[in-house]
């Protein structure tokens, strides 16, 4: 088994070897160029999106944008990811479709044992965030954890166990509060109901250029 195989199989591992520094390196001056692009360079920022994941990406992020390889990280359709998000993906990081992060998520796929002896040592644990999720600002994701589909979890939360999906979950450590329920399609925040004409002003409203 090289080191690749152990990183991938949760086995401790060490990084400076196989090429990975290298990997990171590029990933570095990918990750400088597009966080240094400016506003309007669009088309720009999409190519080195696509550079960055080794792939088409249908996401929107907003720099700064950090990572260590970008090529661990699955993102899928019609995702969002504010600014300065942190996604350290040694191990992989699967994200599904219309996933909406807050500023100042951190995933994390990586831990140390905690002796001193052992700590420069690393083992890496995958993270999954299911379709629909909205994770708030400043919010921490611990390595192995999944958070099921249409789930919200709330701002600066610590995340250390999984989440079922059409939950509510918030706190240090990150805990369900509620499922999601029809109340929640009746009004928006506390006692603000959605309204007809406002969803139609809203839609409209965007629509016109």
């Given at each position: 088994m090289n080191m690749r195989e152990r990183i991938?199989?949760?086995k401790l591992f060490l990084?400076?070897?196989e090429g990975l520094p290298e990997e990171r390196l590029q990933a570095k001056k990918r990750m400088m160029a597009f966080n240094q692009t400016a506003p309007d360079?669009?088309?720009r920022r999409f190519q080195l999106l696509d550079e960055i994941f080794g792939t088409k990406v249908n996401a929107w992020i907003e720099p700064p944008f950090y990572f260590c390889y970008g090529s661990n990280i699955e993102l899928g359709e019609e995702c969002y990811i504010n600014m300065?998000?942190?996604f350290v993906d040694d191990a992989k990081i699967k994200i599904g479709n219309k996933v909406a992060f807050g500023p100042g998520v951190t995933i994390a796929t990586v831990g140390h044992p905690i002796h001193p002896d052992y700590r420069r040592l690393m083992y890496g644990n995958s993270v999954t965030i299911e379709d629909n999720c909205w994770i708030g600002a400043n919010t921490t994701i611990c390595p192995?954890?999944?958070?099921?589909?249409?789930?919200?979890?709330?701002?600066?939360s610590v995340v250390t166990k999984d989440i079922?999906?059409?939950s509510v979950a918030v706190g240090n450590p990150c805990k369900v509060i509620r499922e999601i329920?029809?109340?929640?399609?009746?009004?928006?925040?506390?006692?603000r109901p959605f309204l007809a004409e406002d969803l139609e002003d809203v839609y409209r409203l965007n629509s016109t250029k």
């Open positions: 991938i199989a949760g990084d400076n070897c360079e669009v088309e300065g998000c942190s192995g954890v999944t958070i099921g589909e249409n789930s919200v979890i709330g701002a600066g079922p999906k059409k329920n029809e109340r929640d399609r009746a009004f928006y925040y506390k006692d």
